[in-house]
């Protein structure tokens, strides 16, 4: 049984919209667990968590997934469908995730029947401050990939951690594991501010960026966020972050743990220069601790933004007591994440790579690698994530794209919202193409994919991006160079 008094952030996420509860959460082994959203990232990893703890969990999701078979191959009963009908009676506590919006069905449901209600992030907030040494990584890209590597090192390290993460790992069984250790590594998420639930002992930030736009109305609004997260950390903690961020300073005024530093420039704690691609889609750079040098850091995923989220799990790392050159070593065999620079396979010359890129900066980040690797045509295939990011964020997407060869638009992605009617990949287009010098918007999914078949050639790179259901564009295009393929 664990026990989770909540504190003032439970109030601070409640202002913002949230239906926490005040108290303390309160479970033994055998209670019934309900997840609204459960093929999400976190919520199915959770799920996961507390079916091999002992827990019995059911749950719901608008659509099948992979996450959702795993959890159906394990026994547990999932509804494809938001119906208040099946928040029943014999049912503990009721989790949700923040994406489902506070007018679905079953929340509403479960709050007129008085059952429990927490937010995934709260639930595992309460894991954390359980199993004693808390992990969270947090930032506006990154976030994913420096977990996955956190877990790798810790896991490789025989620390036995228990892992949330937003990604699969070849290591892992999907997105999650369940050790006995008291560490626990969490990939926190800033969306509705669902990571000041959490209860981490070390903090890791790899950047901050405006995004949610939905959420956060100023980029002002995301940083003070951060400073809220920032001051979870207990002083006998550890807050790690990336030091050349532009927000440092600001961030750094709230801190009460020591701060430990990385980046790509000598006056960080952790820093690699002389940096240099290793074929085929590699990186490295000479390692430097406080000046000192420690060797090569390679790594098989490209880019200088993967440099950065390898020193911000190697300092990680190293705090639990990994020893650094073990670290090398492992960091040479990360082979990344699904849907992070993901090489789908190549046929008739050309390479396809997927990638979750939706936010401006990682797009460039990426595409930059891409380029600074490969020396044949670059095609981007881009699905923009939600009409508010695309209608804020519209000046920074029309420039995002200068490194790719030809830019291919597909129609927005509205995941949770309603199309507003005054934003589109049309008008995207339009303004992109007075930078970049081929820009196709073709829409359709289908379409995509008629299109790259009949205007590619051997030679070519297509990475589809975004974080809806682009890859399928990938997947199809891919199986179709082979034979016969629909999406």
Known sequence: ???????????????????????RISL???????????????????????????YKVTGSDRNSSRNTAELEARGVKIYYSHQKTQITDDLDVVVYTNAVGEQNPELLAAKAKGLPLYEGAELLGALMKEKGMGIAVAGTHGKTTTTAMISLLLIKGEKDPTIEVGGEMKELPGNHRTGRSP????????????????????????????DH???????????????????????????????EDPNLKQLLTVAKAPVTTFGLTPEVDWCCTEIEPVPPMGIKGKLFHKGVCFGELVLKVPGEHNLRNALAALATAVEVGVPLTDCLDYLRDFTGVRRRFEIKGEADG?????????????????????????????WCVFQPHLYSRTKHLFGEFSHAFTNADVLVLADIYAARETDPGDISSQLLAAETGKYHRDVRYIGGLEAIKAHLLSQTRPGDLVITMGAGDIFKVGEAYLEALKGTAHI
């Not at 989770?4 to 109030?11: D, G, K, Q, V």
């Open 28 to 54: 033994k082994p055998g209670d019934h667990l309900y997840f609204i959203g459960i093929g999400g990232a976190r919520l199915s990893a959770l799920a996961k968590i507390m079916l091999e703890s002992g």
């Open 183 to 210: 560490y626990f590594v969490v990939e926190a998420c800033e969306f509705r501010r669902s990571f000041l639930f959490l209860s981490p002992q070390i903090a890791v930030i790899t950047n901050v960026d405006w």
């Open 1 to 23: 049984m664990f026990y989770f008094a909540n504190r003032h952030r439970i109030e601070n996420v409640e202002k913002q919209g949230g239906l926490a509860k005040k108290g």
């Open 350 to 378: 050309v390479v396809v790579v997927d990638d979750y890129a939706h936010h401006p900066v990682a797009i460039r980040n990426t595409l930059a690698a891409v380029k600074r690797q490969y020396d044949g045509r670059v």
């Open 213 to 243: 736009p939905d959420c956060f109305p100023s980029a002002d609004a995301v940083v003070d966020t951060f400073k809220e997260f920032i001051t979870l950390v207990p002083p006998e903690g550890r807050l790690i972050i990336w030091g």
